[in-house]
């Protein structure tokens, strides 16, 4: 190709990519400035697991048989439960979630028998220490009541 | 006096990576230079190695599954399907028909958003970076919508033995449908943009070429394979899943430069969307899940091999079986690696500015070739 043919297509070819950012610049604004704006999360959003506890009852659902821990790829639950004077079944003393190891799969989720644990919708999660994401899972839903 | 000219003294030594920003990950590559020109090349891997493999010895069968969506982050559905159907066949667990096509539908929204990814950043690379911001804007649908039924956004462990954790909901048959009307209307779009671009052309025309002869000498798959006229796709060639239901073609380019490979992966959007509108048009009614699926998957003794087309191309997984509960070796065959491996040879004697567009064109993701 010639010299000036060369020149000629290229700026054709410019001229008609600017033409496409041309128009972006009167399209509607996808993105959001996040900290003061957010936008919803999906219902199954995964965050970092968390006890149920049982309506009626107030109590927790977990019937404390570990299944969890033993699941968990990355080992990062560790219960510790004990029956209490008089009582028939197990209570959960602490609840260990180490967050800093959790891949967030699930397959606690999908293994407890009792339908116990669930994911969070807490995605807002920084922290200046490591031991901050050693989670004590009693105590979190404790605090939240 | 005669001065004579030490080619040794002359040379440069050039590290591209570990912190390179387009080889988009920790690769390391040593360039020999001789001026501009690379007179070798050699890629230094394992800054992000993490024993997949190993792990895959230690963990139950269902334990290694969360393992998948990390080998190759950006294709992680194909990697999930790939490994399930592995330990499906050394079992004999077969899904429902619906979970068969609802895999297909999210592998090929995962291989969408792995291309558009790989667009935008490919001609981030080359030096214009609004294409980047559309192709993100675009993949940001899909994300939404793999999310809205996997629950994550990037490392899905969505497919369990025997089926899919989840049946999609009619939100996200519809929302798919909306995002694959919308990305047609944005293709022409990219065309316009990068693809009749004379300045792109002009860096890629030419440029990284691998022979058929060297392609097939070094095991390249995927798009940089049938960039180079071969025509092979797992898809097609060992069909597995609900593939040979739907129509779909191999789009083939023989230029075997990058501006092939580039054509390839846009031509094969066009495609991957065609199989999922043809997916969605039967998708079957019926559980997700198969009825009988035990607690503790262990299968019996022996080994299998099972493949499948990643974004990147032929994904296998080897497994070999002692009848216990974890496996006794699970080999993964990664299309990167061997991507990777014809660098060496096609980037010798070229520009060092060719090799970012080289290196580019292969669509190499770090963690898959290390893993
Ligand atoms: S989500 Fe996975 S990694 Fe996290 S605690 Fe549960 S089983 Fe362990
Ligand atoms: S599997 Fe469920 S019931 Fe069992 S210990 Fe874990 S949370 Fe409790």
Do not use: D
């Given at each position: 190709m010639s010299y000036f043919g060369e020149i000629y297509t290229g700026a054709v070819s410019l001229i008609a990519g600017l033409g496409v950012t041309g128009k972006a610049l009167f399209q509607p604004t996808v993105t959001v400035q996040y900290p003061w704006e957010t936008i919803d999360i999906t219902p199954t959003f995964r965050g970092h697991i968390e006890l149920v506890t049982d309506?009626?009852?107030?109590?927790?659902?977990?019937?404390?048989?570990g299944l969890c821990q033993l699941n968990c790829p990355s080992h990062c639950i560790s219960i510790k439960s004990s029956k209490p004077e008089g009582a028939k079944k197990k209570a959960l003393d602490s609840y260990m979630l180490n967050?800093?190891?959790?891949?967030?799969?699930?397959t606690c989720v999908e293994g407890c028998p009792a339908d116990a644990i669930k994911f969070s919708d807490d995605y807002n999660l920084a922290g200046?220490?490591?031991?901050?994401?050693?989670?004590d899972l009693v105590k979190r839903a404790r605090e939240e009541k | 006096m005669k001065i004579e000219r030490n080619l040794e003294e002359h040379s440069l030594y050039l590290n591209?990576?570990?912190?390179?920003?387009?080889?988009?990950?920790?690769l390391r590559v040593i360039l020999k230079l001789d001026g501009e020109y690379i007179e070798e090349a050699e890629p230094v891997l394992?800054?992000?190695?993490?024993m997949h493999e190993k792990m895959g010895e230690n963990r139950t069968y269902a334990q290694y599954l969360p393992n998948m969506g990390r080998v190759d982050y950006l294709s992680a559905l194909s990697y999930n399907q790939c490994y399930v159907g592995a330990v499906e066949r050394l079992t004999g667990i077969a899904p429902p028909p619906r979970a068969e096509y609802i895999r297909v539908i999210t592998t090929e929204l995962n291989r969408l958003s792995s291309h558009l990814l790989w667009f935008g950043a490919y001609v981030l690379d080359l030096g214009g970076f609004t294409p980047f911001l559309y192709s993100f804007d675009d993949r940001e649908h899909i994300l939404d919508l793999l999310e809205s039924i996997t629950?994550?956004?990037?490392?899905y462990c969505y497919?369990?033995?025997?089926?899919?954790?989840k049946d999609i909901t009619d939100d996200f048959i519809t929302g798919t449908r909306a995002f694959i009307k919308r990305l047609r209307m944005h293709l022409p779009m990219y065309e316009t943009l990068v693809t009749k671009n004379v300045i792109f052309i002009n860096r890629v025309k030419e440029v990284g070429i691998i022979t058929p002869e060297a392609a097939r000498r070094y095991g390249v798959t995927g798009p940089a394979l049938r960039g180079s006229g071969i025509k092979y796709d797992v898809r097609k060639?060992?069909?597995?899943?609900?593939?040979?239901e739907v129509d779909f073609d191999i789009p083939v380019q023989d230029g075997c430069d990058a501006l092939s490979r580039y054509i390839v992966r846009m031509l094969e959007m066009e495609q991957s969307m065609r199989i999922i509108e043809q997916a969605l048009d039967k998708?079957?009614?019926?559980?997700?899940?198969?009825?009988?699926?035990?607690k503790k998957v262990k299968p019996p003794k022996g080994d299998c091999y099972f493949a499948v087309e990643t974004a990147r191309g032929d994904f296998g997984i080897y497994i070999v079986s002692d009848?216990?509960?974890?496996?006794?070796r699970i080999k993964l065959r990664t299309p990167g690696f061997s991507n990777l491996s014809i660098f060496a040879e096609i980037s010798r004697g070229t520009l060092l500015q060719d090799a970012i567009s080289t290196m580019g064109s292969l669509d190499l993701v770090i963690p898959e070739i290390d893993r």
């Open positions: 309506e009626e009852t107030g109590n927790f659902k977990c019937i404390c048989c967050f800093t190891t959790c891949s967030l799969c699930g200046f220490s490591r031991e901050e994401f050693y989670f | 591209m990576g570990p912190q390179h920003p387009s080889t988009h990950g920790v394992g800054y992000i190695h993490r629950g994550s956004r990037l490392t497919f369990r033995f025997g089926g899919v954790s060639n060992e069909p597995y899943s609900i593939y040979p998708l079957p009614e019926g559980p997700v899940m198969a009825p009988k699926v035990p009848g216990t509960e974890t496996a006794y």
